[in-house]
T-cell receptor, first 116, second 116 residues
C-alpha cells in the first residue's frame, strides 16, 4: 500500500534559520509523482512542487529546495533563511501510476512556525 | 486564470440532514477530486471525477457521493450527516493527463462543514 510519513509534527524556528522538512514514502509503483503543498492558516492548499520518480535531480526555487533520493525513498524540503510568512502546515503527497492522477496520498503534515 | 472555487465556504448542519457542496475547477481542467480534512485523520481522498465519470473512489461509506457535470463542475453530497463528518472539504482540479502539468492538483479554499 502507498504511504507517506512526515515524522516531524511541529517545528519552530527563528527567522533567518534554515529548516528541513522530512518526507518518507512507500509505494510499489515504478512510476509515481511526489508533491509538496503548503497550507497557510487560511486553509487553501498551495501547490509547491511536483517531482517525477524517474527524475532525481534536486530542485531549487528561490529560498526553497527539494532533495529527492529514491534509494532512501525520501523527498525532503528545505527552506533557507526562513521568514515569518513561511509559517504554515506543509504536506508531502504521493500519486501512484495506477492510482490515476486524481488520488493523492498525503502525509500528516508538518506545522512550521517561524518566529520573528 | 481563476482558481478553483468552492461554495459555500461555511456550512452548519444538524445530524441526520444532508448537504451538497459545489466545486468549479480551473478553466480547462477536466479532472476534479475531493478530499476530507480532519484533525484526526488528516487529508483523505474521497473520489475523483473525469469527464462526468467517477474514476477513483476512496474508502468512505456510501453516504458520500458525488457527480460531475458536462462543464466539469462537480458536486459532492453527504446524506444522513454524522458528527464525525465535520471537516474541511477540499476540491482540487488538474489538467488533462499527459500534459506538462498533469498530476498537479490545484486546490480550492474548501468548505468548512460543521455538524451539530
Amino acid at each position: 500500500a502507498q504511504k507517506v510519513t512526515q515524522a516531524q509534527t511541529e517545528i519552530s524556528v527563528v527567522e533567518k534559520e534554515d529548516v528541513t522538512l522530512d518526507c518518507v514514502y512507500e509505494t510499489r509503483d515504478t512510476t509515481y509523482y511526489l508533491f509538496w503543498y503548503k497550507q497557510p492558516p487560511s486553509g487553501e492548499l498551495v501547490f509547491l512542487i511536483r517531482r517525477n520518480s524517474f527524475d532525481e535531480q534536486n530542485e531549487i526555487s528561490g529560498r526553497y529546495s527539494w532533495n529527492f533520493q529514491k534509494s532512501t525513498s525520501s523527498f525532503n524540503f528545505t527552506i533557507t533563511a526562513s521568514q515569518v510568512v513561511d509559517s504554515a502546515v506543509y504536506f508531502c503527497a504521493l500519486s501512484g501510476e495506477r492510482g490515476s492522477q486524481g488520488n493523492l496520498i498525503f502525509g500528516k503534515g508538518t506545522k512550521l512556525s517561524v518566529k520573528p | 486564470k481563476a482558481g478553483v472555487t468552492q461554495t459555500p465556504r461555511y456550512l452548519i448542519k444538524t445530524r441526520g440532514q444532508q448537504v451538497t457542496l459545489s466545486c468549479s475547477p480551473i478553466s480547462g481542467h477536466r479532472s476534479v477530486s475531493w478530499y476530507q480534512q480532519t484533525p484526526g485523520q488528516g487529508l483523505q481522498f474521497l473520489f475523483e471525477y473525469f469527464s462526468e465519470t467517477q474514476r477513483n473512489k476512496g474508502n468512505f461509506p456510501g453516504r458520500f457521493s458525488g457527480r460531475q457535470f458536462s462543464n466539469s463542475r462537480s458536486e459532492m453530497n453527504v446524506s444522513t450527516l454524522e458528527l464525525g463528518d465535520s471537516a474541511l472539504y477540499l476540491c482540487a482540479s488538474s489538467a488533462p493527463q499527459g500534459g506538462p502539468t498533469s498530476y498537479e492538483q490545484y486546490f480550492g479554499p474548501g468548505t468548512r462543514l460543521t455538524v451539530t
